[in-house]
């Protein structure tokens, strides 16, 4: 990340991160930013919403109006945020746990109403900020604080489920594919209607340790490499959904219109 | 025969949990808790205790599955802190009015917002009305002793409601104390089975939770409250069994120093530490101070508190959270409303302390003794007060 873009976009006073070294959240909160610069959003009226995690901590350290929310509702803050002021391009940043765990009902049914938010999830498959304990994306067999013989429970995937649920974009990219998921968060930003982009990335000292994964430039490595474009037997990338459909805010606005209209 | 060991409370308390042995945990992370159910799921994963460990994804599944398996006759037990006692909310109620005798630790955190981790009661204070019994401790030692005695407690015929064990987050959950610990042997023993009065899958179909309208319903609740009440008899029939087996006494409160005091503090969980230290000084000089440390908040000893307090001219009351009524913190509104009609001129001051983590230093505890001897000369002081808050 270059200076000009940490003046133009950080919360100088709150750097440096207190991210672990090696976590790839910092790498995603570039994308972010660099895709908010590069996108025609006005960054006037961006509001960044958070939940609460190690990745959820993203929203402190830029400099826009941003709220720093309970764990897993983020979804729900931004919603009412858009329903206030529907020119607002609400950002949501949160984390595997904060989305789909605790906060997964509000996933599910913002994707279904197709509200205009665009959500990016730093999904590394563990709660990394309360010391790894296994979330609904840690991988079938893996080591975690709560599951030291191996997780028993099954995965979600998160593009599979947001699609399912409604979501009018979905795609995914990992931290290593920096200019990949860059633009797969400016998809993001130019669809209007609920936008989710998974980020995978590694927590070196809560998964990587656990499952010896090795330092931290090996799990990027292993990152790249379980990921793919085109190869099916591996973690696919890429854009999964980009339709158009009536939007949440709009739909609702066109009808308060309408009933107000029949009295004027 | 007990064995000397150094633990952190949440350590202290997670062996407390594997010496119980419960038929289920159920928990989600959150700091400072969060080890308690990590080192309960050690011991799951060793093999050492048989119990089922159950990692949801909220609090209140959490305790909804803790319901469950209560209302099925299990032994059951979960962790909690600030937000996620908060979001429990709904499901305390429901414990509650079921009957079931779930034991909870509460690691005190202050509650969001804005955010914090540290230190303060304003979590269990907002749930003191939900109908579960709350028990409150100074360190790792009372922790664990009370975590054990909750099961009898709860559990008891005369009572059969939830419990909160409660300490201080940081302070208590992760500071390193020596404490005596009970052979497992002897827990088992003291703990006993479960006996369910009924539980679904028991010898006869029951129906939990159903629709209870005007007919029942007041009845249903006039009951809990009894069960409350009878709390407080069988908290001290705990306490004297327990001592037998560990020497160690318990009972609603702790009165340290009250014989002759005539300026009293009343106070809850690890600040009563630095407390008793101000309380061993001031007496060095001659002050006649002294404090009483609550240990059963729910159900409130009253009459107990009033008699201890008869002869005090002045009595501060120390709430680590604040009430939000204009008028007094939960601890202060209770303390004076205990001594409504019984109070004989007495001076009762109320002290917001420790907000967020906000350190309480000795300086700080001998300025309100200091305030109470002015007042009691002056008769003139302030009821409502905050201690080290920047105005
Ligand atoms: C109601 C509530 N329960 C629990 C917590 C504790 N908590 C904080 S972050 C977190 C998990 C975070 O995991 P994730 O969302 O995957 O984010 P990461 O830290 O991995 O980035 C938990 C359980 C909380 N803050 N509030
Ligand atoms: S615990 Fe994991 S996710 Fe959290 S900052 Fe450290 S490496 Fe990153």
New binding site residues.
């Given amino acids: 990340m270059n200076r000009e873009m940490i003046e133009k976009y950080f919360r100088k006073e709150q750097l440096p991160h207190i991210w672990c070294p090696g976590c790839g959240?910092g790498i995603a909160l570039a994308a972010i930013v660099d895709a908010i610069d590069s996108s025609d959003l006005d960054k006037e009226k961006i509001c960044i919403v958070s939940?609460?995690?190690?990745?959820?901590r993203a929203s402190g350290y830029l400099n826009f109006d941003s709220i720093h929310t309970?764990?897993?509702r983020a979804i729900a803050f931004a919603t009412g945020v858009k329903m206030a002021n529907p020119e607002m391009n609400v950002i949501v940043i949160?984390?595997?746990?904060?989305?789909t765990?605790?906060g997964g009902n509000h996933l599910i049914h913002a994707c279904r109403r197709n509200i205009d938010l665009n959500v990016i999830v730093?999904n590394?498959n563990?709660?990394?900020?309360?010391g790894g304990?296994y979330?609904p994306t840690t991988p079938k067999s893996a080591k975690t604080a709560t599951s030291r013989h191996g997780t028993v429970e099954r995965q979600f995937d998160i593009c599979d489920l947001s699609r399912s649920a409604g979501a009018t974009y979905v795609a995914r990219s990992t931290v290593y594919h920096y200019r990949h998921l860059t633009d797969m968060i400016k998809g993001a930003f130019k669809n209007k209607g609920f936008s989710i982009v998974e980020a995978l990335t590694p927590?070196p000292v809560q998964y990587g340790r656990r499952n010896k994964l090795g330092n931290p430039p090996d799990i990027m490595k292993e990152l790249k490499e379980s990921v793919s474009l085109t190869d099916s037997s591996k973690i696919k990338i890429g854009v999964f959904k980009n339709e158009s459909e009536p939007e949440y805010t709009s739909e609702y606005h066109k009808l308060v219109e309408a009933e107000v209209g029949k009295y004027e | 025969m007990a064995k000397r060991v150094s633990l952190s409370g949440n350590e202290a308390v997670a062996y407390a949990m594997r010496q119980i042995n419960p038929d289920v945990v159920a928990a989600?992370?959150?700091?400072p808790s969060t080890e308690v159910p990590q080192y309960f799921s050690q011991f799951v994963a060793n093999g050492q205790v048989t119990s089922e460990f159950v990692a949801v994804e909220?609090?209140h599944s959490a305790m909804s599955a803790c319901i469950g398996a209560s209302a099925a006759g299990g032994r059951v037990m979960t962790a909690t802190s600030?937000?996620?006692l908060?979001?429990m909310w709904e499901m305390l109620y429901i414990a509650a009015s079921s009957r079931l005798p779930v034991v909870l630790a509460v690691v005190n955190r202050a509650l969001s917002g804005p955010i914090n981790i540290h230190n303060d009661h304003s979590d269990s204070m907002g749930a003191r009305d939900s109908g579960w019994i709350q028990i409150y401790g100074e360190n790792a030692q009372e922790a664990y002793d009370n975590f054990i005695q909750a099961i009898r407690i709860g559990e008891h015929p005369d009572v059969q409601l939830p419990v909160m064990v409660c300490y201080d987050g940081f302070i208590t959950s992760h500071a390193v104390e020596n404490l005596e610990m009970c052979e497992d042997a002897e827990v088992k023993a003291f703990v006993g089975e479960r006996v369910a009065p009924y539980s679904l899958l028991g010898e006869n179909p029951v129906a939990m939770g159903p629709l209870d309208l005007p007919p029942h319903y007041f009845e249903h609740k006039r009951q809990q409250a009894e069960a409350m009440r009878n709390a407080k008899k069988v908290i001290l029939e705990v306490a004297a069994e327990f001592e037998k087996l560990t020497g160690r006494k318990y009972g609603l409160f702790e009165e340290y120093k009250m014989e002759d005091a005539e300026a009293a503090m009343v106070i809850i969980n690890s600040t009563a530490g630095t407390a008793k230290k101000v309380v061993d000084k001031m007496r060095a000089e001659g002050k006649k101070v002294g404090l009483i440390k609550i240990r059963s908040f729910r159900p409130f000893p009253a009459e107990e508190l009033v008699a201890a307090l008869k002869n005090v001219k002045a009595v501060a009351v120390m709430d680590k959270v604040d009430g939000f009524t204009g008028v007094a913190a939960p601890l202060h509104n209770e303390v004076r409303s205990a001594l409504y009609g019984a109070a004989e001129g007495k001076i009762v001051p109320g002290y917001i302390y420790g907000l967020g983590g906000r350190d309480v230093t000795v300086n700080d505890i001998e300025s309100v003794y200091n305030d109470l001897f002015k007042a009691i000369e002056t008769g003139k002081y302030e009821v409502y007060n905050y201690l080290g808050v920047r105005e």
């Fill in positions: 959240n939940g609460i995690g190690c990745s959820s309970t764990h897993g949160t984390g595997d746990g904060d989305c765990a605790i730093f590394n563990i709660y990394g900020m309360t304990q979330s927590c | 989600f992370p959150i700091t909220s609090e600030s937000c996620g908060a979001l």
